[in-house]
């Protein structure tokens, strides 16, 4: 351990720099009125931003945009890793090719993305060839249609890469024996893959749900810092209160957004522990 730490002291001094040293020192905003004298107001402002109609939508969306997006991307990722895993090794080429959108600017696929799904674009022209009515997915509640296939596409294929090392770093001696022993696929499943990917899992939905949280960058180049109303984020909050120099009410939304997030991580901790618990209980 002690080899270790001369390669971990510059990234844990760039975390605290940039990160550690800002978040408890934005605590002081957060308890203060912004005035010239600066005085303190102890959890005023947590009221107030509390009952601000804006944060409450942007709040609201944020969540439901997270639960929508992280399971999707936990499954969706987990199946294409295991086929992949399967195929190997004539998936060389598409466990590289997953990774592809990380090489492709925001800016360029967010035009591909707003052509396709253009009220005249390929996607409604292939509804009509369907038989369906056009959709107008640029507009109210169908927005979040391509916001979220958006999100899949581009955080995919690193949540794939990640299953697929759980997956590969499992002995294929443990299955050979256990199919000698008469075990069946189910019983494979749950005394041998399952208790080594959890862990790899558990950090693949870790990373779904920050990658959730911060879907601000394709909402904000679609809709603008005054989206429609069901894409309104938290981060198009932030974003608005950082513009008026707010720094109040953008620290206090903040602290209190980052307050249900560690409530969240640490019931997934719990989550976790449990279900390996259970496993071990099955051996």
Not at 61 to 76: M, Y
Not at 84 to 109: C, E, N, Q, W
Not at 181 to 209: M, N
Not at 245 to 254: D, I, K
Request: aromatic share 18%; glycine share 8%.
């Amino acid at each position: 351990m002690r080899q270790a730490w001369p390669f971990l002291l510059p990234g844990l001094a760039g975390l605290l720099l940039f990160y550690g040293i800002p978040f408890v020192g934005g605590i002081w905003y957060s308890v203060t009125d912004g005035s010239f004298e600066n005085q303190f107001v102890a959890f005023r402002n947590y009221e107030t931003v509390w009952q601000n109609p804006m944060f409450q939508l942007g709040l609201k969306n944020t969540w439901e945009l997270s639960l929508i997006c992280s399971p999707l991307l936990f499954f969706l990722s987990f199946v294409l890793a295991a086929g992949l895993h399967r195929i190997r090794p004539a998936g060389a080429f598409f466990r590289s090719s997953v990774l592809m959108p990380y090489l492709m600017p925001s800016s360029a696929v967010l035009i591909i993305w707003l052509l396709w799904f253009d009220y005249g674009g390929p996607v409604n022209r292939l509804l009509v060839t369907l038989g369906l009515n056009r959709v107008n997915w640029l507009m109210g509640a169908e927005l979040r249609v391509p916001v979220v296939l958006l999100f899949l596409w581009k955080n995919l294929g690193f949540c794939v890469v990640i299953f697929l090392s759980a997956l590969q770093s499992i002995p294929e001696v443990l299955y050979e024996y256990a199919t000698l022993e008469g075990a069946s696929f189910r019983r494979q499943t749950f005394t041998i893959t399952l208790p080594l990917v959890i862990p790899s899992a558990f950090l693949v939905l870790i990373l779904s749900f920050v990658s959730a949280f911060r879907i601000f960058k394709e909402v904000f180049f679609i809709g603008g810092a005054y989206p429609e109303e069901p894409l309104y984020t938290l981060q198009n909050y932030m974003n608005n209160m950082y513009g008026k120099l707010n720094y109040q009410n953008v620290t206090t939304a903040a602290y209190i957004f980052a307050a249900m997030v560690f409530l969240l991580f640490g019931l997934l901790f719990l989550s976790q522990r449990q279900a390996m618990r259970r496993l071990e209980g099955r051996e």
